[in-house]
């Protein structure tokens, strides 16, 4: 199956073999990861990049990894995506990775509407999670936009630079995504 979506300004695409300098410079960047992990070694972002473009199945146990195009520009901008926790409860958790000059343009926000239209109509899933750190405003703002809700904290539950961090789960009901 092709997992190809578009929106107003952009093209989503399952990543390939020739989007490895884009997912090195994302999980190298310190900006990047900032509220994601610590960055990881060479060898372990390798390991996760061959996970990223392994074929991509519903019950499967890697991430639908997207890779996002500037239609204008023809640039890729960051991944996004979801992870499928199908059964028993059909729900996903989403994410997204944008580099610096792709940032505060609206483009995660319409990459997550169309990822969360596309895992609803498509594969009939109930619920998307996202999982953001306690710190990371912007995300928190973007999800709420989106019609996210915020469900619990998961107090130190991710740590990075030796510091353990809350993380806010958020969580959006199929029906409930707000696109405006």
Known sequence: MDHSLESSRLQMRQLTIDDWPLFHQLHTDPSSMKYVRDILDEDAIKAKFEQAIAPWALQGDNFLSLCIVEKGSGCKIGIT????????????????????????????????????????????????????????????????????????????????????????????????????
């Not at 619920?127 to 809700?149: H, I, M, P, T, Y």
């Not at 998961?154 to 630079?161: H, K």
């Open 81 to 180: 995506g979801f992870f499928p926790a199908w059964l028993p409860s059909k729900q996903a958790e989403v994410g997204y990775l944008l580099v610096p000059q792709g940032r505060g343009k609206g483009y995660a926000f319409e990459a997550l509407i169309s990822v969360a239209e596309y895992a609803f109509s498509q594969f009939g899933f109930h619920k998307l999670v996202a999982r953001v750190q306690d710190e990371n405003v912007a995300s928190s703002r973007l999800l709420e936009k989106a019609g996210f809700v915020q469900e619990a904290l998961l107090r130190e539950n991710t740590q990075i630079g030796g510091i353990w961090r809350d993380d806010r789960q958020f969580g959006l009901l199929q029906g409930e995504l707000n696109v405006s």
